[in-house]
């Protein structure tokens, strides 16, 4: 897709077509690493070196906000608060923005499927993030970077976000985490172990080749359309421990060509705090009748 001439990314872009736009003053590039056990080493990283003219975004504090749709982890700002945060990075109308993280895409899919679920389509995720950059060669430039800010009016697709009272009514659940958290054999964050009755698993490390780059859409496809189970993605619901890896899996759905999923971000994190609710265990989806 292109508008006047320049190409629209809407789902990833590579390295060597970012670098060639670099110079675009409609080019907004975001960078979103972030470590959730080291909750200040993303933004010293980006301090240190980033994509020249990348802004910043934290998870815990830009993209994430008070309990408003969810009460997971990281809950979803308002849209309020998202317009306030587009205009601050400067994303106007006409902007094509690219969003990265360290390698995996993990953070920069919740910029991406937060910017879109705001009604901006001119979005995309660098492909292999930072790591890609510099085993390129590029350079990257240190310190705080600004531009200028721009007034930008959002308006949120409501239907692509679930709520935890729609969640027993998907026509198909699709768990990102890791299989083992899946299964329930570990637990690293949240005190509850297993996953929520119904959902299949597509652990999100499995839409990436080992160097951190997404598979070919078509590979990405057949991935997906085995856990789909002949579901249409628009009927299907991603969910993980707190609505940020599972933006992972609806990214590369979108990308291979299947079309626009469902977010239920208060995730695990939030269906595990009420004792009441059910869990699964083990390698079959289960039941919500247990």
């Not at 975001?30 to 080493?41: A, G, Q, S, W, Y």
């Not at 306030?84 to 994303?91: N, V």
């Not at 780059?213 to 990405?220: N, Q």
Request: glycine share 12%.
């Amino acid at each position: 897709m292109s508008v006047a001439g320049k190409r629209i990314y809407q789902t990833v872009i590579d390295v060597e077509s970012l670098h060639a736009r670099l110079r675009d003053p409609s080019l907004v590039i975001i960078d979103t690493r972030f470590n959730l056990f080291d909750v200040d080493e993303g933004h010293a990283a980006y301090l240190e070196a980033h994509i020249p003219g990348a802004l910043y975004v934290d998870l815990d504090k830009d993209l994430s906000g008070p309990p408003l749709t969810d009460r997971g982890r990281h809950p979803l700002p308002s849209p309020q608060a998202l317009d306030t945060l587009f205009s601050r990075l400067g994303i106007g109308a006409d902007s094509q923005v690219v969003a990265y993280d360290q390698r995996d895409a993990v953070t920069a899919a919740r910029f991406w499927w937060m910017l879109r679920y705001m009604g901006h389509a001119a979005v995309a995720v660098l492909d292999g993030g930072w790591k890609a950059w510099t085993g390129a060669g590029h350079p990257g430039t240190g310190g705080e970077e600004s531009r200028p800010p721009t007034t930008f009016h959002g308006t949120p697709r409501r239907e692509w976000l679930i709520t935890i009272d729609q969640v027993a009514g998907a026509k198909r659940l699709i768990d990102a985490r890791d299989p083992r958290r899946y299964r329930g054999e570990q637990e690293p964050l949240d005190p509850v172990a297993g996953h929520i009755p119904g959902a299949v698993n597509r652990f999100h490390g499995e839409n990436l080749d080992a160097d951190g780059h997404f598979l070919a859409p078509e590979a990405l496809a057949r991935g997906f359309e085995t856990v789909l189970g002949g579901t249409p993605m628009e009927q299907a619901v991603c969910y993980c421990g707190s609505g940020v890896t599972a933006c992972h899996d609806l990214l590369a759905a979108l990308h291979a060509g299947l079309g626009d999923g469902c977010l239920y971000v208060g995730s695990w994190s939030e269906w595990c705090s009420d004792s009441a609710r059910p869990v699964a265990t083990g390698a079959q989806p289960g039941s919500m009748e247990g």
